[in-house]
Structure formats: C-alpha cells, structure tokens
C-alpha cells in the first residue's frame, strides 16, 4: 500500500491554523522550526508578535529528580482550574547516533488525550545548556496558540546548564532525596538560579531531611544576597504520588508572577530574554554562515586554518579576519 | 533535505503487562539515528493519538500482545482521521494471524511487524516507509 500524502502546507499558511489552536497545526509548525532553514521563518516572526502573554515557567533539577512526575500533576491541576497548559520536555540527544528516547510522557500517563495540554517532547540535538535550539521557538507557538503557562522541562542539569534562567519567567529548581548526599542543586551549582526551590518524592522518609538541608543552605545564600528585591525564595515539597505539595506549588508560580508584575521584574526578565535570544540568534547566524562544509564563505578560510595549524595565528584574530567581510556585507 | 531524524512514538495499548520488547526497539530505533518518543504501559487510543498528534511523529508504532488488535487499531485509524492526521503512518507489532495483518492494512495499517521481527528489519521498514512517503 502507498504512503498516505496530504499536501505540503507551507509555514506561513500554518499560523492562522496555529493562532486558532488547531493542534495539527501546532505540532506541524513546531517540526518545522526543528527542522530549521529559511521557509519557517516568516511564520516564526508571526508568531513572535503574537506571543508575549503566556507566563514560561523552567523546570530543572538532575536527571530522575522528578520532573515528568511533577508536570503531569501540575498540568492536572491546572486543567483543573481551566487553564490551557503547553509542556516542552527537553531530553538528550545520543551523541554517538543523533537519535534520541524521549521518555518524560512515560510519567505524564494521567493526561488522557486532553487537547488542552499540549505536550512536547523535544531532543537537544548537540545543543548544550539544557534546551534545544527549537525549544523557545516552540514555546512561542505555544503562547500564540493561547497555552498559559508554558511550562520547559530542562535535561538533568549539570554544571553550567542553565539556560533555562534566561529564557523562562520563572524558574523551578527540583531536588529530590536519595540522590546522594548532596542537595543536587547545591552539586550542580544551580541553587542560585531558582525562583522557587522544589523538594520532589516528599513521600519518602528521607525527604524531610533535604526539606531542612536546603532551607540552611537557603538562609546562608541568601543572606550574601541580601540587596536582591522581597521576593521570599519558597521551598515547596511536593509528592507526584500522593500529590502533596502541587497546589502549593501552582500557588508559588502564581505568586511569583504576581510579583513580577508588580515590580519591575517581568519587563527585566522579558528583556533579559530578548537580550539572551538575540545573542543565540546571532550565534546561529554566524555559525550557519561559517558551516565547515559551506563553499566559499569568508575570505581565505584554507589560508586562516594553515596559518592557525602552522601556530602562527590565534584563533580569535583568525575568527576576526574570517567574520570581517561578512560584516561590510561585502562578500558572501 | 532530510536530514531531521525519524521522528516515532511507540506505544503500548491495552493490559498485557510488560514492556521489554518495546524498550529493546526503542533503543535500537535511537540507535539507527530516529528520535523515539516512549509513553509507557496501557495506554487507550484516545492518548496514543493525541500524542503522536502533539508530537508530529512519522510513524505511529503500537504494540499489541493482549489480542485486542482488531479494536483497537482501527480505533486508532479512526481517531487520527478525525484529528485530520492520516497522515501519520501506523505500524502495528505484537502477534495475529494472516487475516487480520491483512485485513488491518486494508483499512490502513502500513506495516505489520509480528513479535518475532529482528530490530534491523523495523528499522528498514521505518526506514523504508519514511522515505516513500511524500515530504509533509
Ligand atoms: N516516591 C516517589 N517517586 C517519584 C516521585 N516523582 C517521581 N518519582 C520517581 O522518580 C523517577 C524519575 O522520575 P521522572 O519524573 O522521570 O524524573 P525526571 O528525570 O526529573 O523527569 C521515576 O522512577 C518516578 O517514578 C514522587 O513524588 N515520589
Ligand atoms: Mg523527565
């Protein structure tokens, strides 16, 4: 039997349907930013002037934390209280085949078909920092499509994987017990970046134990930042098994929106964002432009990589000499 | 340009109550390179879709050990045309006689892949069923 065809829709015709909440057309448009090239990008800049209203809220914390578990409850109750919720799941690509297990639905067993929570799975594909490259394209789809909140669940974070704190409203750092002795975010270095602090399983007897740990460990951060503005760092343990602890924490996401909004905060960190995009979308400018199997490309590259080789040049003045005519737009 | 790894969900539909083959293909898929989307135990037709709907999944893989393959997939048929994702190709595996693998690729199962298969064989025909389809 023949493959089924459906025409090809192009990107720009996908963002009514998107903006509609067609959910086809959602999922559609989210491949094709992961795909990548030019034809996505007029759609994507629609889509860009019609988000702005969700609130993006970043789950971290180390792989098996409890993450998954958490989102599927707090989609549940947020379903609950009619809200339309957009998940985007990050898991690691396999360096060795560029396949990927995307596995966090596995937890989100009890979202049964619901169209109202849109999920996500997405693979780094070679990005470092805990997101994909596609990841807030996606979300502003998301938000254009009318989901609030979008929630990104990060890969286990390890040193200096924290994009998320630049490209999220708020951010959830989650620390489970029995990981070792340590509190993870404290190994991790990420016990700065938090918004709110999750202690996750609190099911389990060892919980309380890291509950008190990173409350000490808080006061003594904390009190070294002491300028930072009133927002009172919460601890919230939750369980995804009995569901102790999720209201609280929806409650918290809430709260620290409020917040934002009520001082200056939001319009910082939605400029914080823009800031961090811009400099990523620059970054994938320059690095498309500069492919190593690209032809031609900038002036005398062979030459820059003999001299480099033979030592006789630094890489950064090379790396000048070789963004120099892109830069006059003089030679392509 | 195809360079995006096959994108597939692999889904467990019904009661029969382990998950080491699925697991087992799932590897092997991310090892030929695709991207596998897992959902984990007894999951009904309504959830499947949507998922492979939200995740825009190439190939829609179910697997059926409990006998119910006579229901259940045309449920699943039934639920990507009314979400107007036919074309998300579904791959059947588990255990049933000739009738049924033909009887459910007349109503539009691509592939029936019985228990047996070795997992070279599943990547060829997710290979070989991606490539014949038209770019979406
Ligand atoms: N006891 C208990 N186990 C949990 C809880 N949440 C998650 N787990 C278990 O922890 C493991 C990892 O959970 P998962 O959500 O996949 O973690 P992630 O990698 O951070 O997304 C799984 O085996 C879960 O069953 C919880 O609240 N209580
Ligand atoms: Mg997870």
Known sequence: MSAVTRLRVSSLDLVAPVLAGKITAIARLMSRVESGGGEVMGALEEIYRHAGKAHIVGITGVAGSGKSALLAKLAIRLRAAGRRVGIIAVDPTSPFSGGSILGDRIRMNELSGDPAVFIRSMATRGSLGGLARATLDAGDILDAAGYDPVLIETVGVGQDEVEIVQAAHSTVVVSAPGLGDDIQAVKAGVLEIADIHVVSKCDRPDANRTVIDLKNMLTMTVAAAASAPAWPLPVVATSAESGEGVDELVEQIDAHRAFLQRTDGLRERQRRIAQWRLLKAAEELLRDEFKPQQEGGGRGRAQLIDAMTAREIHPHVAARQLIEPARRGTEK | ?136
Do not use: F
């Open chain 2, 1 to 136: 340009m195809q360079t995006d790894p096959i994108r597939v969900l692999i889904a467990k539909v019904g009661l029969d109550g382990h998950d080491r083959g699925v697991k087992i293909v799932a590897r092997c898929l991310r090892d030929a390179g695709m991207d596998v989307i897992y959902t984990g135990l007894h999951r009904t037709p309504e959830q499947v879709v949507m998922a492979a709907v939200q995740e825009d999944v190439d190939i829609l893989g179910i697997s059926i050990l409990s006998g119910a393959h006579m229901t259940v997939i045309p449920k699943v048929l039934d639920l990507l045309k009314e979400q107007e994702a036919e074309d998300i190709m579904v791959v059947a595996g588990g255990v049933m006689p000739d009738e049924d693998i033909a009887a459910l690729k007349e109503q539009g199962v691509q592939e029936v892949l019985l228990q047996d298969t070795p997992p070279d064989a599943i990547v060829d025909s997710i290979r070989r069923l991606v490539a014949a389809r038209a770019p979406r």
